[in-house]
């Protein structure tokens, strides 16, 4: 298997300054991105009259899942690695060490920089919250995995 590689024009990320799209595991889904902010607020209940009384809607904490692909046949510089599960090990421990756990930093966030289609980029800080496995290939060639974020203020914009 040959590294992993994406097409630039659909878009790039940077999660605390480690890029997401390398030769050793890329997202599938920046699109995920691209949706709009969860919303917090209800209307409130008149006694006694018809309806409701409308109150305003806010962005509020969005929580998303971004799928990746991570490969044990070459790591993130794009160097071929002889065992495939000690390379699907590496990659996973650096995922662990630099993008998924606790940055014990102020807040707890990590700076994520979203490039779109057009090249322009938007920056926020989010919450990396977890990193689920799924399918791993017989051979440990690749592993699927769920990258768990949250952003505080809603949306990258």
């Known amino acids: 298997m040959a590294a992993l590689t994406y097409n630039a024009a659909a878009g790039d990320l940077t999660i605390g300054g480690i ?24 209307d409130r209940l008149i006694p006694g009259a018809a309806g409701v009384l409308a109150q305003q809607r806010r962005a509020t904490v969005t929580a998303r899942s971004l799928q990746m692909l991570i490969v044990g046949t070459h790591n993130r510089l794009g160097t071929a690695q002889t065992d495939l599960y000690e390379g699907l090990q590496a990659n996973i421990d650096y995922l662990l060490s630099n993008v998924v756990n606790p940055t014990g930093a102020t807040d707890g966030t990590r700076s994520a920089v979203l490039t779109m289609p057009d090249a322009s980029t938007r920056t926020e800080p989010i919450h990396v919250l977890g990193l689920e496995f799924g399918d791993v290939r017989q051979d440990g060639a690749w592993l699927r995995a769920v990258l768990q974020i949250s952003v505080p203020s809603g949306r990258i914009i």
């Open 19 to 42: 890029a997401m799209m390398c030769p050793a595991w890329k997202v599938l889904n920046l699109y995920e991105l691209w949706q709009p902010a969860q919303q917090r607020g209800t």
